[in-house]
């Protein structure tokens, strides 16, 4: 199983390149499911014309268009590879037998019943199939699967037909200690967990899609991620560290950026038991989801305190209104918005047994003038919000504070970072 993102995918000569790699593949002996994205940055320019038209385009009619991006990759590099002598089919997600739930825009996948891509594999064709999309049953509508979803789509067939491994190819050689195109220092790693690789994933590092992580390792996919560009070993998403063949595991194995976040405050909300509870019901109910949250001990003589959550910044402009229809209920005195801000998280297995991490990242960023304004920890994660401005300047400092920085500059080949 091979997915390549958009920047592998960008003209119709990098289409070429990409064929000559499959074919190649194929000529090794190996039955090739190929899952592929839109060309570059197609999906954001679609995403971009939708706006142009209605501010708030219908959801099942915004998922008609983004597919498209993904057709048109898949056919072009179908008719690449067939101009090279071999036989190549393309599927669409719902031919390809992706079955999800009914949530445009991130719908799950429920079932995937690839028999078209087995009976053509069978036949000896090398299967290309549309990332990022499947079909619901009941709607017997066209969905996506959210942004980054290809990488899914990859995973969820790379499962229901057994693959011995799950290429994911893109513009840089693998994961790294830190995007690349942020951190030049930035080194590639070699192995990571499935565990920090979700957390990463999570924290910002787009270079996987959080849910093809989660999805990989509830199936034991095995998921190598590297460049399309050249032939050099990725990354290996592992189980856990081979005690025998690595010294120890890593304290820190990599720092992650988001700047797609941002902060509401309901300020002088009653210090009393169940406004916090009224307060993320209203959230609840939003379907938005919530990252941090941060509540004040009240000024004992006002008895009032601020309750401060992040949150997808898409999701913000909902939340407020529907905080702000019932601020006569909880009985809070007024909202922030605050979209400016960014958060850093660092991530390693190692931290787990290591005491004192939190005070080097602390140390670290104080030493450079940067505020912290929010923390929050997991067992293998420490994540801070900062000022958007100060985020890159943020993960250079302490990707060099925890000794993470490479010998060379790191290459990143294509793309935009889009
Ligand atoms: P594709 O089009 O192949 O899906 P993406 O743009 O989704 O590619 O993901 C690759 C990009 O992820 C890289 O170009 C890089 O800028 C970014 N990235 C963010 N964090 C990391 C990381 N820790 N390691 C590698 N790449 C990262
Ligand atoms: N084209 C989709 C996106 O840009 C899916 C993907 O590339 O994984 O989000
Ligand atoms: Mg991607």
Same mark, same amino acid.
């Given at each position: 199983?091979?997915?390549?993102?958009?920047?592998?995918?960008?003209?119709?000569?990098? /289409?070429?390149?990409?064929?000559?790699?499959?074919?190649?593949?194929?000529?090794?002996?190996?039955?090739?499911?190929?899952?592929?994205?839109?060309?570059? %940055?197609?999906?954001?320019?679609?995403?971009?014309?939708?706006?142009?038209?209605?501010? /708030?385009? %219908?959801?099942?009619?915004?998922? $008609?268009?983004?597919?498209?991006?993904?057709?048109?990759?898949?056919?072009?590099?179908?008719?690449?590879?067939?101009?090279?002598?071999?036989?190549?089919?393309?599927?669409?997600?719902?031919?390809?037998?992706?079955?999800?739930?009914?949530?445009?825009?991130?719908?799950?996948?429920?079932?995937?019943?690839?028999?078209?891509?087995?009976?053509?594999?069978?036949?000896?064709?090398?299967?290309?199939?549309?990332?990022?999309?499947?079909?619901?049953?009941?709607?017997?509508?066209?969905?996506?699967?959210?942004?980054?979803?290809?990488?899914?789509?990859?995973? !969820?067939?790379?499962?229901?037909?057994?693959?011995?491994?799950?290429?994911?190819?893109?513009?840089?050689?693998?994961?790294?200690?830190?995007?690349?195109?942020?951190?030049?220092?930035?080194?590639?790693?070699?192995?990571?967990?499935?565990?920090? $690789?979700?957390?990463?994933?999570?924290?910002?590092?787009?270079?996987?899609?959080?849910?093809?992580?989660?999805?990989?390792?509830?199936?034991?996919?095995?998921?190598? =991620?590297?460049?399309?560009? @050249?032939?050099?070993?990725?990354?290996?998403?592992?189980?856990?560290?081979?005690?025998?063949? $690595?010294?120890?595991?890593?304290?820190?194995?990599? =720092?992650?950026?988001?700047? @797609?976040?941002?902060?509401?405050?309901?300020?002088?909300?009653?210090?009393?038991?169940?406004?916090?509870? %009224?307060?993320?019901?209203?959230?609840?109910?939003?379907?938005? @989801?919530?990252?941090?949250?941060?509540?004040?001990?009240?000024?004992?003589?006002?008895?009032?305190?601020?309750?401060?959550?992040?949150?997808?910044?898409?999701?913000?402009?909902?939340?407020?209104?529907?905080?702000?229809?019932?601020?006569?209920?909880?009985?809070?005195?007024?909202?922030?918005?605050?979209?400016?801000?960014?958060?850093?998280?660092? =991530?390693?297995?190692?931290?787990?047994?290591?005491?004192?991490?939190?005070?080097?990242?602390?140390?670290?960023?104080?030493?450079?003038?940067?505020?912290?304004?929010? /923390?929050?920890?997991?067992?293998?994660?420490?994540? =801070?919000?900062?000022? !958007?401005?100060?985020? @890159?300047?943020? $993960?250079?400092?302490?990707?060099?504070?925890?000794?993470?920085?490479?010998?060379?500059?790191?290459?990143?080949?294509?793309?935009?970072?889009?």
């Amino acid at each position: 199983m091979q997915k390549y993102g958009g920047s592998s995918v960008a003209d119709a000569e990098s /289409i070429k390149r990409v064929a000559k790699r499959i074919v190649e593949t194929r000529k090794a002996g190996n039955d090739v499911v190929v899952a592929v994205s839109a060309m570059g %940055d197609t999906t954001d320019e679609l995403l971009d014309l939708a706006h142009e038209v209605t501010p /708030i385009p %219908d959801a099942r009619e915004l998922d $008609m268009l983004l597919t498209t991006g993904e057709r048109i990759s898949m056919a072009l590099l179908a008719m690449a590879i067939k101009s090279m002598g071999v036989e190549a089919r393309s599927y669409t997600g719902s031919q390809a037998g992706m079955i999800t739930d009914s949530r445009h825009g991130s719908a799950r996948i429920v079932e995937v019943t690839p028999v078209r891509l087995r009976e053509a594999l069978d036949e000896g064709a090398i299967v290309i199939v549309a990332g990022f999309q499947g079909f619901n049953r009941d709607s017997k509508d066209i969905t996506t699967l959210g942004r980054g979803g290809s990488d899914t789509t990859a995973v !969820a067939l790379a499962a229901a037909l057994e693959a011995e491994v799950c290429e994911i190819y893109t513009d840089v050689d693998g994961v790294f200690s830190a995007d690349p195109r942020v951190v030049k220092k930035a080194h590639k790693i070699d192995v990571v967990t499935s565990e920090e $690789m979700l957390e990463l994933a999570a924290a910002g590092a787009k270079v996987l899609y959080i849910r093809a992580v989660e999805y990989a390792r509830r199936h034991g996919v095995t998921l190598h =991620v590297r460049s399309s560009f @050249n032939n050099s070993e990725g990354t290996w998403v592992v189980d856990a560290y081979d005690k025998e063949k $690595m010294v120890e595991e890593p304290i820190i194995t990599g =720092v992650a950026g988001d700047l @797609n976040e941002a902060k509401i405050t309901v300020v002088g909300v009653p210090d009393v038991p169940g406004k916090a509870a %009224d307060i993320f019901e209203i959230v609840a109910r939003t379907g938005a @989801n919530i990252d941090m949250i941060v509540q004040n001990v009240s000024a004992a003589a006002t008895g009032l305190t601020d309750i401060s959550f992040t949150l997808l910044k898409a999701e913000g402009e909902k939340v407020l209104t529907a905080l702000k229809a019932e601020q006569g209920d909880v009985g809070y005195e007024s909202l922030q918005y605050d979209d400016q801000i960014g958060k850093l998280s660092v =991530v390693g297995a190692g931290m787990r047994t290591s005491a004192g991490v939190s005070a080097q990242l602390f140390r670290a960023l104080s030493d450079a003038g940067i505020n912290i304004e929010m /923390i929050s920890t997991s067992e293998i994660r420490i994540s =801070v919000v900062t000022r !958007a401005d100060s985020l @890159n300047d943020a $993960m250079r400092i302490v990707h060099t504070a925890f000794g993470l920085d490479g010998e060379l500059d790191a290459e990143v080949h294509g793309g935009t970072g889009r």
